[in-house]
Nanobody, 126 residues
Framework: QVQLVESGGGLVQAGGSLRLSCAAS????????MGWFRQAPGKEREFVAA????????RYVDSVKGRFTISRDNAKNTVYLQMNSLKPEDTAVYYC???????????????????WGQGTQVTVSS
């Protein structure tokens, strides 16, 4: 069992930056691909970014490309989401998730992820 705890959310003005962190328990973090998803009020949860277990492969939803960067530090059991040039439409609860499948393909679907954090709120004011 893996526990994921997100932090770093908050209120920021449009154009600002935030860095989300997701700390994982357990010894097998380095074998999991990790993803970030978000859910805005009244909308379904959507994929934001993901990174392979090795960190060599990343994927992003088109709306955040060039603004968000996902990274990981396996020594610290932590995955990050650096968010720059934030927009009001980025407002959502952000969740990190772990995929234990050992697949070499980074998963985009939430159905591929096995463990989830509780979420952290990001609010971007205009």
């Amino acid at each position: 069992q893996v526990q994921l705890v997100e932090s770093g959310g908050g209120l920021v003005q449009a154009g600002g930056s935030l860095r989300l962190s997701c700390a994982a328990s357990g010894r097998t973090f380095s074998t999991y691909a990790m993803g970030w998803f978000r859910q805005a009020p009244g909308k379904e949860r959507e994929f934001v970014a993901a990174i392979s277990w090795s960190g060599t492969s990343t994927r992003y939803v088109d709306s955040v490309k060039g603004r968000f960067t996902i990274s990981r530090d396996n020594a610290k059991n932590t995955v990050y989401l650096q968010m720059n040039s934030l927009k009001p439409e980025d407002t959502a609860v952000y969740y990190c998730a772990a995929d234990r499948s050992l697949s070499t393909v980074v998963a985009l679907s939430e159905n591929e992820y096995d463990y989830w954090g509780q979420g952290t709120q990001v609010t971007v004011s205009s």
